[in-house]
């Protein structure tokens, strides 16, 4: 006779779990790739990508090379690249350094602000495999910070 096996079964798609739970996918304009510039520190960012991914360096000339990268896609592999001086603190300022980010991005553009209101109270998330701290690790298993930080934000603007 065939035992039930005590693995849990197999992971449902991220549509299929969409549907189920009250869960959006973090894209489009809520996504730190979206055109949304940003004025912080003095300087405008062409995306919230660019600001996060410049403050990882300790050199002002390497932060302001990546302000200035053509695209967030390419700010993101010059930032995680490390060819540059990353600063010593950056695992302690990182998730600080987003809020910060995204606190100019929704405050400086009401359309995004209103966008993040008009999601209700649906749980946001970034749903990839690729990255289990800032994403859901593509199976819910990550701790999901950028949702949490716009969860966070879309509280306070309530
Ligand atoms: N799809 C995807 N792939 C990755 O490799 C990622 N890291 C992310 N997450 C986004 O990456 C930015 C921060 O990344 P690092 O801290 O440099 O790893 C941030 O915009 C996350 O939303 N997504």
Redesign the pocket.
């Known amino acids: 006779m065939r035992r039930a096996s005590s693995r849990p079964g197999p992971l449902r798609p991220w549509h299929e779990r969409e549907r189920c739970a009250k869960l959006r996918s973090i894209s489009g304009d809520c996504s730190?790739f979206a055109h949304s510039p940003i004025k912080v520190r003095g300087k405008t960012w062409p995306t919230t990508?660019h600001f996060?991914?410049a403050q990882k360096f300790e050199n002002a000339s390497d932060q302001e090379e990546l302000r200035r990268a053509n695209s967030p896609m390419l700010a993101?592999r010059m930032?995680?690249d490390r060819k540059r001086k990353l600063r010593r603190d950056w695992e302690s300022v990182?998730v600080a350094v987003m809020r910060e980010a995204l606190q100019a991005k929704f405050s400086q553009h009401e359309d995004l602000a209103r966008l993040l209101q008009a999601i209700g109270d649906a749980k946001l998330v970034?749903p990839?495999e690729?990255?289990d701290?800032?994403?859901d690790g593509g199976d819910g298993s990550g701790s999901n910070m950028?949702g949490r930080l716009l969860l966070e934000l879309r509280a306070a603007a309530r």
Do not use: I, R, V, Y
Request: a negative charge; glycine letters at 12%.
């Open positions: 730190n990508e996060f991914q993101a930032g995680q990182k970034e990839t690729h990255d701290s800032w994403g950028l």
